[in-house]
C-alpha cells in the first residue's frame, strides 16, 4: 500500500474482494461432477437424475452417462439464451462446449432445446430465432463462467419480472458434485470466513435503513448465531 492514496488502497480493496467472491463462487459450482455409474446402477441413477425435458431413454446402456451429459448441455443452453435470442448456428455452439456431447443422438438434443426455448418467427432478413421459456429463467446463474460479462448484464436486463408475492432465491443450488468434494462444499459454503464476507457485501449493498419501492417495507440484515441472512419487514404498521 506503499505510495496509495487511501482513495486508490479502497478501490484496489474493493476490486479484490469482488475477485474473491467471484472465485468462491467458482469453487462452489464447478466442482468435479459425480463419476458415470456402471452399467448395473444406470436405472437407479437414471431415475434420482431424470426431470423430463432430456429426451435421454432411460432403457438405454449408459443411459446415466447420457443424462449428465444432457444435464450439462441443457445448463449450457439456458445460459446462451439467457443472454438473448440466437439463431440455432450460434445455439449448436453451445455443443462444443460440453465433452463428449456429440455422443448424444441429435433427437436428445433436439428435445432438449425444445424444453428451454420458443421459436421467434423470421423477420424481414433476420433469420428464426429461439429464445429463453420463461419458465427456465429460474436455472440462470448470475455467475455462470462460460458468459462473458456483457453477456451477463444483457442477461439480467432482460430477466423477466417476478410475481410481486413470488419467492425466488438468487440462484438455484449448485450443480452435485462428486462425493469426495461435498463436506468441501458445504465447508466452503458455510464458514465462519465466508458469511462474513457475504454479509459485509450485502451490508455495503443493502444499508440497514433501506425501504423498499412498494410498501415501505423495510430491508434489514441480520447476522446472529454464526448465520446471516436478510430479512424483509413488511409490516407498515
Same mark, same amino acid.
Given at each position: ?100 456431447? %456429440? $455422443?448424444? &443422438?441429435?433427437?436428445?438434443?433436439? *428435445?432438449?432445446?425444445? !424444453? ?7 423477420? +424481414? ?78 451490508? %455495503? $449493498?443493502? &444499508?440497514?435503513?433501506?425501504?423498499? *419501492?412498494?410498501?415501505? !417495507? ?7 448465531? +454464526? ?11
Amino acid at each position: 500500500q506503499d505510495g496509495l492514496t487511501a482513495r486508490e488502497c479502497r478501490d484496489f480493496s474493493t476490486g479484490l474482494a469482488e475477485e474473491a467472491l467471484h472465485l468462491l463462487i467458482l469453487l462452489a459450482t464447478e466442482l468435479p461432477r459425480t463419476p458415470d455409474p456402471d452399467e448395473a446402477e444406470d436405472a437407479v441413477v437414471v431415475q434420482k437424475q431424470t426431470q423430463g425435458s432430456l429426451g435421454v431413454d432411460v432403457g438405454a446402456p449408459g443411459a446415466a452417462r447420457s443424462v449428465r451429459i444432457a444435464t450439462n448441455v441443457r445448463r449450457e443452453l439456458v445460459h446462451r439464451l439467457a443472454s438473448g435470442p440466437c439463431t440455432h448456428s450460434e445455439v449448436h455452439e453451445c455443443f462444443q462446449l460440453i465433452p463428449k456431447s %456429440d $455422443a448424444l &443422438p441429435a433427437a436428445v438434443l433436439e *428435445a432438449i432445446l425444445q !424444453g428451454v426455448s420458443l421459436k421467434c418467427p423470421a423477420k +424481414g432478413l433476420e433469420p428464426e430465432k429461439l429464445q429463453l421459456r420463461q419458465e427456465c429463467w429460474a436455472e440462470f446463474d448470475a455467475m455462470f463462467y462460460h458468459l462473458s460479462s456483457q453477456a451477463h448484464q444483457s442477461a439480467l436486463e432482460s430477466m423477466p419480472p417476478f410475481a410481486p408475492d413470488a419467492v425466488v432465491p438468487v440462484v438455484g443450488p449448485p450443480p452435485a458434485c462428486h462425493p469426495a468434494f461435498s463436506q468441501f462444499q458445504i465447508d466452503l459454503l458455510t464458514c465462519d470466513a465466508t458469511r462474513q464476507a457475504i454479509y459485509a457485501a450485502l451490508r %455495503d $449493498a443493502v &444499508p440497514s435503513d433501506a425501504t423498499s *419501492a412498494k410498501g415501505g !417495507g423495510e430491508v434489514r440484515l441480520e447476522a446472529s448465531s +454464526g448465520k446471516t441472512s436478510i430479512a424483509e419487514n413488511n409490516d407498515t404498521s
